[in-house]
């Protein structure tokens, strides 16, 4: 049986210990909102570093307590970089965070995704058409062969990523989380709702990018499923706060930060979710 | 003779459409600033999606509906991905903007944009030096062989450009728009002069960078003539806006992204412009 | 024996040159924090460029009145890069600031480091770790071999590094800022300890790599110490003045441009220092 107040004591537990220990996650991440995904990781209490070089990256993998791994804008590097991180992170046994953004997008991005389904990511994040497009990818229930994926946008509903989202989880044995309107996470037996954020984060660049970072951080100290769950609550409970005084996307954003370090431990656990079996 | 109500109901159109349709301009640009570009693409509606390798850059231009090229931070895998996707842009006669950046600086720079020249983009944004520079280049008429070109900066004001200006539209087919403290905006046979924007868009970098951004964008719905017009006057609106509750240019960049998004079709057509034959 | 007035009309006469001519100071920086380094150095009157070819580099070298390098995310193409341009720096003599950022991580960056000794950065800007480290690595006083940078953070206090910050300005002749809770600046025969900031500080990225990037724009009008001094000076006073008007990292960083930008040089010169024989 499934029981939210645990899950909400771990919650607290990890925006805490974040907070107190500032665990870094380092991260090699797309350049367009590599700015707002550091600021995120620091302002919930984490410590940031992006690199590009393979033995950089190695280092990163090494002296941290995780990993976040973007495919948005590669660059000819990553065809050493990424395979070669990956494999460290098996090696050290350490959580590591994908998104698999634009999957779909050139032979590069497809080629290193597919590699990634023997490395098991610790939990996966993406909007509807890229859990689906990363399921068909990998071969499991509820993917297509042929995604729909528009850019970067999500032209899908959550729901319609269910079955693929489960089935991912159950692949990896980490956690999936599905942005959308309503937030699905999984980690293959359980799935949360989680409720909550704004409008204005499909206007500004980054919602997505910079939840994956912060889920690092909290998989720094947490099981997947709390790390994405936390993370996913936060951002819900930032971005409604945020909505509330900004005038537009712009100061959407800067409040938006305000609020992922204002946000107490309580507050984000007690974020609007639901639970049901997988 | 030119009919300037017809062209404020073709800007009300262009404007309307890209907050209906939300539609990609996939861009090339520099690191720099490439977050201003996606965050200013997104406020006025559209969407944006960043890339570096070739096929990457292929799939943008056909999924787009139109390319917005900036050859700021070169990297050296441009050297490949900026000739082969202009290739595509040709094949396909999809609209493209071009902002020549820091002409002048480094041989790949010079090497590329003379390329460009064949390729005909739809429409050409600079500064006055910037334009004058890439007239001389292409061998057109206003242009000077020697640039002084200073970094980013324009030293020149935008009057002197007006030939430069006239005789790439004439080449190219298409627009183009002269950034300045009055803007100077021309198919060829019109010539626009916009009023507007603020003196703290010469403190925060990448306002003409997203300027082109955002172009693109309005070209996916309008003439190259009507979508440098427009885009040039709702960055006249918004800066003028957002100088009244900027506090310096941190607020200021803020505001001005507010005031993107705020603003309404028919204020951005009622926006100062005067209109001459060319 | 030292005039702290003389310091402080040598601090005025900086900022004022600088706002009043807007020199430009080329940077090879880090994509994390390019955006703010370029608005940081826009914001305190000076002009920004950015690349990563070695040709255009040496172009930004030539045209600039000063470089700024910080070795954050290295891509391949700085093995090239680095060395052609310090190179370039040296037979033209003019002033470059270096930020050492992460060193220690990756060899490319632990090589390039190595070989900048022999270049002699005319200011070195660093936290305690970094300092101590670089130090370290060129054999210098102070410096130990082993460093415990710990990603971009410090985890050391300032005065730890005074030692080796004293022996790099006396080996480079230049100045070396230390940055921390109180700020260290010393060109190997005065030191000053400068006084103010925000602890919002360590929860936005790049208050170092900006602050590196404005220590080169005051470079161009300034000796290395006053340069550095004033820098420093700029940041503490309007880190202290941002903090009163922000509810959060998002709104400090933005209350922090605004600052930059509106404070007069006798405030600047005014922020409280400290200074005593090294």
Chains 1, 2, 3 share one sequence.
């Not at 805490?16 to 995904?37: C, E, Q």
């Not at 634009?102 to 909007?127: C, D, H, M």
């Not at 938006?256 to 639901?274: C, G, H, M, Q």
Request: overall charge negative; charged content about 15%.
């Amino acid at each position: 049986m499934i029981n939210k107040e645990d899950i909400q004591n771990r919650m607290i537990q990890a925006v805490d210990t974040v907070r107190r220990t500032n665990p870094i996650a380092g991260s090699i991440t797309n350049s367009v909102t590599i700015n707002f995904v550091a600021n995120a990781q620091l302002a919930i209490g984490g410590s940031a570093a992006m690199t590009y070089l393979p033995d950089e990256g190695e280092f990163l993998v090494k002296a941290g307590g995780a990993t976040y791994i973007n495919v948005g804008t590669l660059m000819p590097i990553y065809e050493q970089t990424l395979p070669h991180i990956v494999n460290v992170i098996r090696v050290m046994g350490k959580p590591w965070v994908l998104d698999p953004v634009a999957i779909g997008i050139g032979s590069l991005r497809t080629q290193l995704l597919w590699q990634f389904k023997e490395y098991k990511p610790t939990v996966i994040r993406g909007n509807s058409s890229e859990i689906i497009a990363l399921a068909g990818l990998w071969g499991l229930d509820g993917g297509t062969k042929v995604s729909n994926v528009r850019g970067v946008d999500s032209t899908d509903s959550v729901n319609i990523a269910k079955t693929a989202a489960v089935a991912l989880s159950k692949w990896t044995g980490g956690a999936v989380a599905v942005s959308g309107k309503t937030d699905l996470i999984t980690d293959g037996s359980i799935i949360a709702f989680s409720q909550g954020g704004s409008h204005f984060m499909e206007k500004i660049t980054g919602a997505g990018c910079s939840l994956g970072g912060v889920v690092a951080v909290y998989a720094t100290v947490a099981s997947p499923f709390i790390a994405a769950l936390t993370a996913t609550s936060v951002y819900n409970l930032a971005g409604k706060r945020a909505e509330n005084n900004a005038g537009g996307p712009g100061s959407f954003q800067i409040q938006f930060l305000d609020e992922l370090y204002k946000a107490t431990a309580v507050d984000i656990a007690n974020n609007p979710f639901e639970i049901e079996e997988a």
